[in-house]
């Protein structure tokens, strides 16, 4: 609002503010760039499995979703940074979240609908309820099917395309997996996503963040351990039917969500209560409808759905307020 | 032909029977409520400022229909409106001057400087958590802003540091009287132009030096003013406006300028001054 | 080594920056001229009973106590009063303040205060009605920054009782230390304050708290207190806010004060050393509050000091003293960086709550932008009181604050935790206080 008009002091006066005065050296640019940096590891992975494909994904979404956002900056009312590296760090979310041969015109419907059906009309940054870069790959999925099911086989560097483990384990059964090497899960060579393959260079990633401090550990624990729980279940129950937990935990998206899109703080609870329901949600529906929707994997629609959650966890779990406890 | 028939026959008996329960519910729970509301409601200008001391214009309405309140006046509405608002009603009308707000201080950043560099949330109310005043005078007009914000009508601007209120736009609600931390927002007829832009209580000296164009109560204006319409107290002048009548000898004689003509008769006023 | 004992919520670690705490305390001169704020406290305003061109003494009332929650004011020099006029205060408020030229201007405040020696007082005849009142005639506040009159706290309500003092050394600020010179240099005098305090309340335990990041202090007032039954030296780990009150009485006795509560709904009473150091010179010395400690430090400062001057000292003396070069000086504060006010005159006098004046050049000076709300919780995780600070906030911007919030936001201590860690610069504090306003206003 323009309601004031500063004029120039010509002589220097005393600054004036209310306290604090001092303030630490974080700010939403340095957050958003640690992410970004912390993902690198994982994309490098999946530079290692899929070649050059993949760096002409993440090259793509970054300035695509960058390119939007300033041309979005333009045109509303409210303040836009569109260096601020959200609009990067959902670029890369959402290279993460497609396959590595994706066609350029899937990646620029993909960062529209990131930057201005995710982000943009909730009102910027900070605003939206969905996160942006799960939002344009649900819609990527629902409307391009064939290609965002055709994933590129890894450390073949061709056009050779194959399922996932857990389209395999859809469609096929588990006894087609009878060969799957659980270490070759964990570092990544399997078909799937730039940025969900690799499980341990996800965690190197998220390793530093838990050191910074910009995710905690609610989220990721309850999701993994409500994956974890639900598969061993069914596991214990039929294991000719039901693949083991391990094998739920490090295939499709568990890691890349829990770690990275579950915690996204925007979409994210804050009180502590909510947090620990929140990564529940996420793993339980992940795991409802891996195992009994259609779809081979759920940790897309299963954030989602708790991200459409949030603002009732926050009202209706809220951290204890102080001076609320009965002194004995 | 059937798959047709069959879902439509459904739907249309739920309709059919949700709408039998909302006829039950209209006749079961109707409520008995005044048709002269509702009219008065549309006469009302519409404003819903808030400015009559009730919750909107409805609420008005409602308390003008049911109360013989004949002091209740719309500061929106002008005199006829009003009249005719209670006409309809079938009583006498009072009828209202029409009232604007006018700021009591000139403190433009020219006649009184910033004393400070304020970094903190641009309001009036949240400057005066740090500091009494960002001016060199204690009683001046931040500048921030909070009037504006409270003024539904586009009244009010910021301009050099000060509001500046249009006249002709102010529709004399009352709104901004409160939304002052300095208490500078006074209500005068729309008719009388002059007003001290000042309210500054200090002695003159002090009030001198943290403003140009301060009231230093030096009583010449109380001298000038053949109608008694002007009275100095503690060091500052205030005009009463049921018998000032713009003749302008007050501003003639204000050796600061600290008694200024408002509104477009500025013009008109100063050539004949 | 037994556990540190520290409050459970929330709080920050800023760096300490207690530049001066190795500097003992030195004595200021009396200035060429005083200004004396007729109103220091929190509460009633005083009643001024002196006039223009009066001669006053020192120790002599200027400014009266006009109610039970209001506090006296004195002259701490011998002098004629110059002019009476409003005047801008530390903290940006502009309040009358009186003006006096004092007969002695340049002598040491030592030598004042020597001519003053200590009396003998027998405690065991001392009646509470009696202490209540030497401490409220001799203008006691709380000295470490709120200004709440001494002799209300220590005047708990019938059916209140009081079941331990709290003695508050916690100084959590940055750069403040003068809590801290005085628990190493007046070990003494305020164990004989603290004694005084307990016999008012008959005998209760007193617990001195003092956070961890001062062993020498803890050591001092331990030897101090050896041989004095029921009274007790808690080391705290060090965390800000600590020296907040409710805080402190969560780390030392682990009880929480209730929302809108006062520690004395728990049986506790607070008070700061520096606050007891002016009790004991109450009856010690027949002294009114009329001189304080405060840390003079920042980065303009070269030499960061504590000093003791006359309550009424324009900054701009101890900036002569200092030599601080006042071209440069870009930022005042008086208190600490975190719940501190800004100065925006040279002239500005302290007053009895100043407990330091910090010296910053520009570089200090942010004026950094406020960004969206991320919501990453960081504001609620350092609330102290547990807060949805982020929440409230957007309710206070949108001005559409729920009747749950608003007791929220009067629970709010305004420690500046929040702000300090937000990393989209957003002004939080401010935010909440000028939320406080707001509900104030519509009450």
């Known amino acids: ?328 | 032909m059937l798959e047709i028939i069959i879902p439509g026959l459904i739907l249309g008996g739920f309709a059919l029977i949700s709408a039998s329960g909302l006829l039950v519910a209209s006749k079961k729970f109707y409520v008995f409520e005044d048709p002269r509301i509702a009219e008065v409601n549309e006469m009302l200008p519409g404003a819903n400022c808030g400015g009559c001391g009730f919750a909107g214009c409805l609420a008005f309405a409602e308390h003008l229909v049911k109360n013989e309140d004949t002091d209740a006046i719309c500061p929106v509405a002008s005199g006829e409106e009003m009249q005719k608002i209670l006409a309809f009603l079938g009583r006498e009308a009072a009828v209202g001057e029409k009232m604007v707000a006018s700021l009591m201080c000139n403190g433009t950043h020219d006649n009184c400087k910033s004393q400070m560099d304020y970094a903190g949330i641009e309001d009036c109310w949240a400057a005066t958590l740090v500091t009494d005043s960002t001016k060199a005078c204690s009683f001046a007009c931040i500048g921030l802003g909070s009037c504006v914000k409270a003024c539904n009508f586009d009244a009010m601007h910021i301009e050099n540091g000060i509001v500046v209120i249009d006249d002709e736009k102010c529709t004399g609600c009352g709104l901004c009287v409160p939304a002052c931390p300095k208490n500078l927002l006074h209500m005068r007829p729309y008719k009388k132009y002059i007003t001290v832009a000042c309210y500054n209580t200090d002695r003159g000296a002090d009030a001198r030096k943290a403003c140009t164009v301060a009231c230093i109560g030096c009583l010449k204006c109380e001298k000038a003013c053949n109608y008694d319409a002007i009275h100095v107290n503690n060091f500052l002048a205030k005009i009463d406006y049921q018998k000032c009548t713009n003749c302008g000898d007050c501003v003639t004689v204000c050796p600061t300028n600290s008694i200024i003509i408002r509104g477009q008769e500025v013009h008109v006023a100063v050539e004949n001054v | ?443």
Not at chain 1, 296 to 322: C, H, R, T, W
Not at chain 3, 188 to 210: D, H, M, S, T
Request: aromatic share 8%; proline share 6%.
């Open chain 3, 1 to 443: 080594m037994l556990q540190l004992k520290t409050f459970s919520r929330g709080g920050i670690h800023p760096p300490e920056e207690k530049l001066s705490a190795q500097s003992p305390i030195i004595y200021g001169d009396i200035p060429a001229s005083i200004l004396v704020a007729v109103d220091q406290h929190i509460g009633k305003p005083c009643k001024l009973i002196v006039e223009k061109g009066a001669a006053v003494t020192r120790g002599q009332v200027l400014a009266e106590s006009s109610g039970f929650i209001s506090s006296n004011v004195h002259s701490p020099v011998a002098g004629r009063i110059q002019k009476i006029a409003r005047f801008p205060l530390l903290g940006g408020q502009v309040r009358e303040v009186i003006q006096i030229t004092p007969d002695n201007a340049g002598e040491n405040l030592k030598s004042v205060i020597d001519n003053e020696p200590e009396q003998a007082v027998e405690i065991e005849k001392l009646t509470p009605d009696k202490i209540r009142k030497t401490i409220a005639d001799a203008g006691i506040v709380g000295m470490g920054g709120a200004g709440f009159p001494t002799h209300v706290k220590l005047s708990p309500p019938d059916g209140k009782e009081i079941k331990e003092l709290i003695i508050n050394g916690a100084e959590c600020e940055p750069y403040i230390t003068a809590d801290h010179r005085l628990m190493l240099e007046y070990a003494e005098p305020l164990v004989k304050g603290i004694l005084i305090l307990q016999k008012l309340f008959g005998g209760i335990p007193v617990y001195i708290g003092i956070e961890n990041n001062k062993p020498d202090a803890l050591q001092r007032i331990d030897e101090a207190v050896k041989n004095i039954p029921n009274v007790e030296v808690v080391p705290l780990k060090t965390k800000y806010p600590q020296g907040g009150e409710k805080q402190l009485i969560k780390a030392v006795v682990n009880r929480e004060v209730p929302s809108k509560g006062l520690p004395m709904d728990v049986g506790v009473v607070v008070q700061n050393v520096a606050t007891i150091l002016a009790i004991y010179n109450a009856f010690y010395h027949k002294r009114p509050l009329m001189e304080r400690v405060l840390t003079v430090s920042g980065n303009m400062v070269k030499d960061p000091a504590n000093i003791m001057l006359p309550i009424g000292t324009p900054i701009s003396y101890i900036m002569e003293k200092a030599e601080i070069d006042k071209e440069n000086v870009g930022l005042v504060i008086s208190g600490g960086p975190m719940m501190g006010k800004t100065s925006f005159s040279f002239e500005s006098p302290i007053t009895k709550t100043s407990s330091a004046i910090l010296f910053f050049n520009n570089s200090m000076i942010s004026k950094r932008e406020e960004n969206p709300c991320i919501r990453c919780g960081a504001c609620i995780k350092a609330c102290p009181m547990g807060l949805d600070v982020a929440q409230y906030t957007k309710m206070i911007i949108a001005s559409v604050i729920s009747p749950k919030a608003k007791d929220s936001i009067l629970d709010c201590i305004e420690c500046g935790s929040c702000s300090y860690v937000c990393p989209a610069d957003r002004r939080l504090v401010h935010w909440m206080r000028f939320g406080k306003n707001i509900i104030r206003r519509e009450n």
């Open chain 1, 1 to 328: 609002m323009e309601t004031t008009n500063k004029v120039e002091v010509k002589n220097r006066l005393l600054f004036m503010d209310s306290s604090p005065l001092g303030h630490v050296s974080d700010s939403t640019v340095k957050i958003m760039y640690t992410v970004c940096i912390t993902l690198l590891p994982a994309l490098a992975v999946s530079v290692w499995m899929f070649g050059w494909e993949a760096v002409r994904v993440i090259v793509l979404t970054s300035v695509f979703t960058i390119a939007i956002e300033a041309i979005i900056s333009k045109m509303v009312s409210y303040k836009v940074n569109f260096m601020d590296g959200s609009a990067l760090l959902t670029g890369i979310l959402l290279a993460m979240n497609i396959p590595a041969n994706s066609p350029w015109w899937m990646i620029l419907v993909g960062a529209l609908v990131a930057v201005i059906l995710g982000k943009h009309v909730f009102g910027g940054l900070g605003q939206n309820i969905f996160n942006p870069a799960l939002v344009a790959r649900v819609f990527l999925i629902i409307s391009f099917p064939v290609e965002m099911t055709s994933w590129p086989k890894p450390l073949v560097y061709d056009s050779t395309t194959g399922a996932t483990p857990l389209g395999i384990l859809k469609t096929e059964g588990l006894g087609a997996l009878a060969g799957t090497n659980l270490t070759d899960l964990a570092i990544g060579q399997m078909g799937g996503s730039l940025g969900e393959i690799s499980a341990i260079a996800l965690l190197l990633g998220a390793i530093w963040l838990f050191i910074k401090k910009y995710i905690t550990w609610e989220i990721p624990v309850m999701f993994f351990a409500t994956v974890a729980v639900f598969a061993g279940i069914f596991h214990l129950i039929d294991p000719q039917t039901y693949a083991s937990p391990l094998f739920h935990l490090l295939t499709g998206g568990v890691f890349l969500g829990a770690l990275y899109m579950a915690t996204d703080m925007v979409t994210s609870p804050m009180t502590f209560k909510g947090k620990l329901i929140f990564g529940f949600g996420c793993g339980f529906f992940t795991m409802l409808i891996r195992l009994f929707g259609s779809y081979p994997e759920g940790v897309s629609f299963a954030i989602l759905l708790m991200n459409a959650m949030v603002p009732l966890l926050d009202s209706y779990f809220p951290d204890q307020k102080f001076g609320m406890v009965k002194n004995g």
